[in-house]
């Protein structure tokens, strides 16, 4: 989901169904140029698209990598919220 925000269209695909189903099941998929986005937004990306569900980040880790982590002091305190 964070893939087809970011660029507008999903990860995978292929001139057919054939096709787009062999690049799901191989993982294969390719960041555009544009946008241009960080190394850690890549990373995260790639770490959710992980065809192994054993090696696909969970939940818990994704809020500790660093795409969501590096700018928190940047959010709103809550004090701060209406």
Not at 14 to 41: M, R
Not at 47 to 56: F, H
């Amino acid at each position: 989901m964070l893939y087809c925000m970011i660029y507008g269209h999903l990860p995978f695909s292929g001139t057919n169904n054939y096709q787009t189903i062999q690049s799901i099941v191989s993982g294969a998929f390719e960041f555009p140029a544009k946008p241009i986005v960080t190394d850690h937004l890549k990373n995260v990306i790639a770490c959710a698209l992980q065809v192994d569900p054993k090696k696909r980040i969970i939940s818990r880790d994704l809020q500790l990598h660093p795409w969501f982590t590096c700018n928190l002091n940047m959010l709103p305190q809550e004090e701060s919220l209406p």
